[in-house]
């Protein structure tokens, strides 16, 4: 949250917008529609089908996007920084969106790595997807890469333990 707080125009998302970005395919529509120069009914139903369509009119209706002369763009200009739950919730939304056909084109990226770390791994291994975050954040905030193709990248670690668990085990 510390470094999605830093963004110059961050909108602190509300329950109610929150509640309404629960569905998978308004919060995707509301992506489309934040992107720099919008998007289109036309774009919003070839990654959506037709429900995408009715998420722009549920969406237009609640005043988050709207619609100029066929141009899909946010009412209110700026990077929607949502709570941790709403994040976890939509980590399928974008597995969903993931296309393996995409790979070797320079075009997408995934890895996945488990295994057990000490301490000091675990802490080395979320600096540096903190490190990851602010260079990807840079890099889409940063004009000269600015354009028309509508891009997702989500990164995260955890441990399959709670801390609670931990903290027994090291009392034993």
Not at 129 to 148: P, S, T
Request: include cysteine; hydrophobic fraction near 30%; aromatic fraction near 8%.
């Amino acid at each position: 949250m510390a470094i999605s707080l830093k963004e110059d125009n961050a909108i602190l998302n509300n329950e109610e917008v929150e509640s309404l970005l629960q569905d998978q395919d308004a919060f995707v529509t509301y992506l489309l529609a934040s992107c720099d120069h919008g998007t289109t009914r036309d774009q919003i139903s070839g990654v959506l089908g037709k429900s995408g369509l009715s998420s722009i009119d549920k969406l237009i209706s609640s005043n988050l996007i709207k619609d100029d002369n066929g141009r899909i763009s946010v009412v209110t200009d700026g990077i929607l920084v949502r709570s941790f739950d709403s994040i976890k919730s939509h980590l399928s939304t974008y597995a969903r969106f993931y296309k393996t056909s995409h790979v070797g084109q320079k075009r997408n990226y995934v890895h996945s790595l488990s295994s057990g770390l000490n301490k000091k791994g675990v802490e080395k291994g979320q600096e540096l997807h903190r490190e990851f975050h602010e260079k990807m954040q840079a890099l889409y905030r940063d004009e000269n890469y600015k354009g028309e193709i509508p891009m997702f990248s989500v990164g995260f670690c955890d441990s399959f333990t709670s801390i609670e668990s931990e903290k027994g085990r090291e009392l034993q």
